[in-house]
């Protein structure tokens, strides 16, 4: 069975700046991906970035970027000049063989003025 | 425009009734997902489909019942069975049959409340 740990339930972070927020996992697949999600207060779910696990380069988007450290099982989201817009619940997860997605529980990001 | 629409909204139900949620998609995915998200949580998987007439229990399945008539549609049956469901649903989508490379796209869920 898979599981994915968010270890920080709530964030805050300064308009402009910098915040990194932490995943780990388990899973017994040899190949599978990673996904950060947004869970804006609109409740829809919006994929931030996704990572390729028999890739090293870590996966980039824009202001979003991953530290995807294999060997750890860590999958952190680097958010660089945070926005306001950014203010949102993100989830980190995991998907297996059959394209089952194991969802963290979340980490719930505020970003002030 | 491309995506996944559920209807309703909100949804308001009595203790003892079946509901049926509805998920649809134009987007030619060949898999569907039901996922359920209590607050403050993340989401579980209840009933996933990856291909016309075939259908999957996920972890959470008790309770729950779904169909797979149309390539588009794949509603969800909130059963009187379910002890506790109260919570917010959401549908996915994604491309290919059990491929890893496959995002799943979510629609916009729907609140159940159990009144």
């Known amino acids: 069975a898979q599981t994915v740990t968010q270890s920080q339930p709530e964030m805050s972070v300064q308009e402009a700046e910098t915040v990194t927020l932490s995943c780990t996992y388990d899973t017994s697949e040899n190949n599978y991906y990673l996904f950060w999600y947004k869970q804006p207060p609109s409740r829809q779910m919006i994929l931030v970035i996704r990572?390729?696990?028999?890739?090293?380069q870590n996966a980039t988007e824009n202001r979003f970027s991953v530290n995807f450290q294999k060997a750890a099982k860590s999958f952190s989201l680097k958010i660089s000049d945070s926005q306001l817009g950014d203010t949102a619940m993100y989830f980190c997860a995991c998907n297996n063989a059959g394209n089952m997605l194991t969802f963290g529980g979340g980490t719930r990001l505020m970003v002030k003025p | 425009d491309g995506g996944i629409t559920q209807s309703p909204k909100y949804l308001f139900r009595k203790e003892g009734q079946n509901v049926t949620l509805s998920c649809e998609q134009n987007l030619n995915h060949d898999a569907m997902y039901w996922y359920r998200q209590d607050p403050g949580q993340g989401l579980r998987l209840i009933y996933y489909?990856?291909?016309?007439?075939?259908?999957q229990k996920g972890d959470i399945a008790e309770g729950y019942s779904v169909s797979r008539e149309k390539k588009e549609s794949f509603p969800l049956t909130v059963t009187s069975a379910q002890k506790n469901p109260t919570a917010f649903y959401l549908c996915?989508?994604?491309?290919?049959?059990?491929?890893?490379?496959?995002?799943?796209?979510f629609g916009p869920g729907t609140r159940l409340t159990v009144l």
């Open positions: 996915a989508s994604s491309n290919r049959l059990a491929g890893l490379t496959d995002t799943q796209y």
């Open positions: 489909s990856q291909i016309v007439n075939d259908f």
């Open positions: 990572q390729e696990a028999y890739k090293q």
